[in-house]
Every structure is written in C-alpha cells, then in structure tokens.
C-alpha cells in the first residue's frame, strides 16, 4: 500500500500539491515553498469537533457492469444529492433483459432494488418511527430502519435517468429491512412509490469497469473548502502559526507583529483543537496499515461520551430534557479501502479493541423485535465529544445514539438507534497487539488500566486447561473414597471449582 497521504490540495504560492492526512486539517504546509495555506470551511473550523464529509468514495461509475442474481446488468446513470448529513448517491442500472433498478449506497452499505406494487393501505409518512414501526409485505415482516425528511440542497446528475430532475426539493423516504430484504418508500411524488430489493456486497457483483484506487483518491481526496497562504503584508514572507492561541501573530522574517481579526482568532482556535485532539486517539486520522490481509486508511475518529440509557432516550426523543452525566467513553475508527470499502475499530475506556462490521443481514427478529438465540447484555447511551477526519456522514458534537448489545459467541451484535435510524453491527474481539502490528503503534501507548478497568479475558482454551488440571489432581483421591464420601468432601467443591473457573473468564466477555 502507498504510504502518500490519502488527502490533497493545490498550493495557491506556487501550484506544487499538498498532502493532508486528515481532511479536518485547518493549516497545511507545502514542502516545495514551505508556504502554510490555510483552509476556510465552515465544517470544520465552526466548532473544532465535527467531522468532515467523505465524498465520491465508490469504485462505482457509469459503465460499470456486473451481475445480479444471474442478471447482467450495466449502469447507465447517477443521482447524487447532498443534504445536511450528507452525500446520497443513486446508481441507475439497466438489466440486460430491459428492466431497470436502482444500485443505491447507503453509507457503507449497497443496496438493489427495482419498482415494485404499492402496498395497501400504504402507511403515512408522518406514522413512521424507525426502529419502532413494522409493516407485512409478500409475507415477511419489515421494521423501519431509516426515515428522514429531508431538503435537498444540491443535486448532480450524470448520464441517464428516467425521470426530470426539479429544482430544491423535499425527500420523504421510509426504508424497511427485513434480514436481508430492503423496502423503500419513497413520498416525494403526489403518488407514492415502493421499492423492493436486497443489500448486497460489491464483491458480491462481478463488477468490471470500475474506478482504480488513483482514480478515487482524486476525487474522494480532495480537499474541499477555500485556502490561501498565510504571508506577512509587509515583506512577503511565509508566516506560520505556532501552537497555542494567540491575537498577535510575528513574522519571523521582518519582525513584524501582525494583529489577527476575529475570523482569524477563530481559525486559529480551531487549528490549536484540531491539533490536540491527536492525543485523543491512539489510531492517528491518516495512519495506514494492513488488518485481515487488506490495507486500510484510518479516515476518521470519533469519542463518545456513554450515557445513562434512559436519560439519552428521552432526551433524544424529546420526552424530557436530562442533563446527560458521562459514565465512561469509548471511540470509533473508520478504517477505508477503495475497493472494498469500511470498516471500523472500537476501543473502549477498559482498553479492549474489537472490529465493528455494519451488518449487511439484519438478524432473525423474535416477536420482541430482539435477535434470535441471543442474551441481552445491556442499554446505554452514547453522545459524540469530538470527531476528527472525514466519514461518509456528517458527525456533529452532541449527536445523540440509543444501544442495545447482544452476546453472540465471542463477539456482541449491537443495535444503534437515533432519531432517523436503526442500525445492527456485529463486534469481534482483537487483541491491542494486533491493532499495534497493523498500524505501527509502540507496545508502550497501550491504555493504562484504572481501578474500574479488567485486562484481556481469559481464553476458553486457558479455561478447559486449568478444569482439566483440577480434575486430574482430584481424580486419585476419588479413587481412595467411598461413594458418599467423595460426593460430600471432593465433588462438590470440585464442581464449585470449575463453575468459578468458567464464569471467571466468562465474565471478561461482557
């Protein structure tokens, strides 16, 4: 994997390119002329804590062909809109038995779906709540998983759709999942329309014709926002900011002092956070690396605060206003790789890791609307602190999440809902000494443990070995005793040793 930053912009001094490792990087310096640009973008420099957005990230483009379910099919044109979370990107495909559909990405998922008949009645828009309401279509029950009103501010077209596009409109969808079945409802229209398909995995797709990793990284990385150098008005020469916050800014050419104007304290300001949020998280925004035999980018990072479970419900909801008390923390990490897209690493206050998937099969729902055959562990609440780097939605400081985690094996599923959406991951246990090979950590910035925090678990395999040995050691005792005898004065405490043997370790899972 190229060790070049995945981010860059142009010099506006002298034109050479300038590499970013963090698309949330307020001040960057050109290594040709050693001039600082600056970038002005409201996104990030507004608050310091928010993320940037992630665009034009797919492998996807107009003449990509592949097939689906034993159909050929080709793209023949591309929706794209933004609105105030984010970037929603269509894909117009043509089968090549004449049908169309729909190829559409939803954050790190895909989706295909193709018109379908309107259910009756049809639910109102206004009814929905994701992650609470269902509905039963060609006899399978649906839940609501995402449903959002939204204005689209900015829309782009390529190639063919079969519709016009208007001016600013309103989006009212309602998307429904049902394991790995997809229904959207989509409002906008006098008459409604209905959607029906399945999510899908690009390598799922044979797909052939799409973007090389170049090719992505040129318009996913760039760098978005106005720039300029910062240069000293009265001899010309580079001026760069040094950390901390100052109102007086010396040009270390001529001397002279240089008094900052209030948007430029607030850059300054933001640039100082930006830089000390680095020691907020172990996994550096831009770092590389090779996890499970693929090479990753560290895009983004994210620390949220864990809250009362249902303090952070009703405040979400707007049942009552608590004030939310932060119980611990944990952050996020999105890793990225052109071709097959995200994934994520979780590190939690105690200094456990695990990788995080997206789950593109929801679980099989009992009638509580809980997965099948798994033990609830817990309800929390979860407030982003900071968010640093780029996803492919926008973090804001104080975003709101109620969870829900399930023990399945080793790892847990996790049911994230907000105001808009439910989402189901599943998270499996890693080891730090691997996320430190794999990224190039030093053994040394492992998270020191406090009182309330545990080490690794025990492993299952340690846990059959120490049983095997307790019974080995009491076996010839067994064999000296009477019946009654051995119940009463070894088996009992025996059973009580391997009970606590077991559940000791068990307990670290949690």
């Not at 501010?153 to 790995?180: H, M, Y």
């Not at 071709?339 to 206050?349: E, I, K, N, P, R």
Request: contains cysteine.
């Amino acid at each position: 994997m190229s060790t070049t930053p995945f981010f860059k912009t142009d010099c506006p001094s002298c034109g050479a390119p300038v590499q970013a490792y963090s698309a949330t990087a307020v001040t960057l310096v050109c290594s040709y002329c050693n001039s600082m640009l600056v970038r002005h973008d409201g996104s990030i420099a507004d608050t310091g804590r928010d993320s940037a957005l992630l665009e034009d990230f797919s492998p996807l483009q107009i003449g990509t062909t592949g097939r689906f379910l034993l159909r050929g099919f080709s793209i023949i044109g591309r929706l794209q809109a933004y609105y105030d979370g984010g970037v929603w990107n269509e894909w117009y495909v043509l089968f090549d038995d004449g049908h169309d559909g729909w190829l559409s990405e939803a954050g790190d998922l895909y989706v295909m779906t193709m018109s379908d008949r309107l259910l009756q009645p049809m639910p109102n828009f206004h009814d929905i709540r994701a992650g609470f309401s269902t509905l039963n279509h060609n006899g399978k029950q649906f839940m609501a998983s995402d449903v959002r009103e939204i204005s689209l501010s900015q829309t782009a077209v390529q190639g063919e759709l079969p519709f016009r596009i208007q001016g600013k409109t309103v989006s009212r969808t309602a998307d429904w999942r049902c394991e790995n079945l997809f229904l959207t409802l989509d409002y906008a229209e006098a008459e409604p329309q209905a959607f029906v398909g399945r999510m899908v995995k690009l390598d799922d797709l044979h797909l052939t014709n799409t973007r090389s990793d170049d090719q992505i990284r040129e318009s996913a990385g760039r760098l978005k926002g106005l720039r300029q150098t910062e240069g000293c008005p009265n001899c010309g020469g580079s001026v760069h900011w040094v950390s901390g916050l100052a109102e007086h800014i010396v040009c270390p050419s001529c001397a002279s002092e240089l008094q900052a104007d209030k948007d430029k304290i607030r850059l300054i300001e933001a640039n100082h956070m930006r830089q000390a949020q680095g020691k907020l998280f172990m996994l550096p925004v831009g770092s590389q690396g090779r996890l499970k035999n693929r090479d990753y980018y560290v895009m983004g990072a994210v620390r949220y605060s864990e809250t009362g479970a249902q303090e952070t419900f009703d405040k979400m909801f707007g049942m009552a206003n608590h004030a939310l008390v932060a119980e611990s923390w944990w952050a996020e990490y999105l890793l990225y790789h052109p071709q097959h897209g995200f994934g994520w690493l979780v590190q939690t206050a105690e200094g456990k890791w695990s990788v995080s998937e997206t789950l593109n099969e929801w679980p099989r729902l009992n009638q509580y609307n809980q997965p099948q055959g798994c033990e609830k562990l817990y309800d929390y609440g979860g407030r982003v602190e900071v968010a640093a780097g780029a996803f492919y939605w926008q973090v804001r400081q104080g975003d709101l999440n109620y969870y829900t985690d399930y023990r399945q094996g080793s790892g847990k599923l996790s049911a994230a809902l907000s105001k808009n959406e439910l989402a189901w991951s599943k998270n499996t246990p890693i080891r730090y000494s691997e996320i430190a090979q794999a990224f190039g950590l030093t053994q040394s910035r492992a998270p020191q443990y406090t009182a309330n925090m545990r080490s690794d678990g025990v492993s299952n395999s340690l846990r059959l070995l120490m049983m095997g040995i307790l019974l080995m050691i009491n076996a010839p005792a067994w064999l000296m005793m009477g019946s009654e005898q051995i119940f009463n004065e070894s088996m009992i405490p025996t059973i009580f040793g391997i009970a606590f043997i077991w559940f000791l370790g068990r307990s670290d899972d949690d």
